[in-house]
């Protein structure tokens, strides 16, 4: 296990995840991480800590709610959130880490959020487990 750092545009936001070297990340169709670019790298929540700028996060929900779409007030940017699929941890933007190529491998799997979310959304939940 290894820890990487990241944040969001400004920095006002910075986190830390805990890591294998080797990873596995999502890549959504959906309609939201679709039209941002968002690369999902799930840990669970025992494995993720905010570092600064709580106080800057802003929340965005839709659809059922339970998912916690967070952004830093000033830039924008959604470096992590709570998923709905995995509302016991966080996924995090690959491409918020300071160093996303920092890795020994790096799995990408696609998901279909868009036509098939409801049916695949269990595929996810072991991400989460410590």
């Given amino acids: 296990?290894?820890?990487?750092?990241g944040g969001c545009h400004c920095g006002a936001v910075r986190f830390e995840i805990e890591t294998p070297e080797e990873i596995e990340?999502?890549?959504?169709n959906c309609s939201i991480c679709a039209m941002t670019g968002f690369q999902h790298l799930i840990v669970p929540a025992?494995?993720?800590?905010?570092?600064?700028?709580?106080d800057m996060l802003?929340?965005?929900t839709f659809n059922t709610g339970v998912a916690?779409?967070?952004?830093?007030?000033t830039c924008g940017v959604k470096s992590f959130y709570v998923p709905r699929s995995n509302p016991d941890g966080f996924s995090v933007?690959?491409?918020?880490?300071?160093?996303?190529?920092?890795?020994?491998?790096?799995?990408f799997a696609s998901?279909?959020?868009?036509?098939n979310w409801e049916a695949q959304a269990h595929t996810l939940a072991?991400?989460?487990q410590d």
Avoid: I, Q, T, W
């Avoid at 990340?25 to 959504?28: G, L, N, Q």
């Avoid at 998901?111 to 036509?115: E, K, W």
């Fill in 1 to 5: 296990m290894r820890v990487h750092a």
């Fill in 68 to 73: 916690k779409h967070l952004f830093c007030r």
């Fill in 93 to 107: 933007n690959l491409r918020c880490l300071d160093d996303p190529k920092d890795f020994r491998a790096v799995k």
């Fill in 25 to 28: 990340v999502d890549d959504c």
């Fill in 46 to 54: 025992s494995r993720f800590r905010l570092v600064s700028g709580e």
């Fill in 58 to 60: 802003s929340s965005y």
């Fill in 126 to 128: 072991h991400r989460s």
């Fill in 111 to 115: 998901f279909d959020g868009r036509a």
